[in-house]
Nanobody, 120 residues
């Protein structure tokens, strides 16, 4: 069974840094686009960053210049380096990816979410 497993969330002071990781596992041929979204209770999920298999990335306006997305195709893993964190970055961060399973079927998957809390 294909799944995405996140790690790296936690509590950090404003101005600090955190690095999130998300690994795809299971019977997997490849991972195409992967990325991160975040959600605050009562608000819509917001795109944070996305990266193609070829390494082309895009960011939400609120994180440009502070966050960097990267990936390791050999490990089917995507990373999110978050610098200069602000209290408004506090949210549950969800990894997502378009994953192709062993039968060649592509499908969007989501991780379980990891909490990031930035204290002022």
């Amino acid at each position: 069974q294909v799944q995405l497993v996140e790690s790296g969330g936690g509590l950090v002071q404003a101005g600090g840094s955190l690095r999130l990781s998300c690994a795809a596992s299971g019977t997997l041929l490849r991972a195409d686009s992967m990325g991160w979204s975040r959600q605050v209770p009562g608000k819509q999920r917001e795109l944070v960053a996305v990266i193609t298999r070829g390494g082309i990335s895009d960011y939400g306006d609120s994180v440009k210049g502070r966050f960097t997305i990267s990936r390791d195709n050999a490990k089917n893993t995507v990373y999110l380096q978050m610098n200069s964190l602000l209290p408004e970055d506090t949210a549950v961060y969800y990894c997502f990816g378009n994953l192709v399973d062993g039968l060649g079927r592509g499908k969007d998957y989501w991780g379980q979410g990891t909490q990031v809390t930035v204290s002022s």
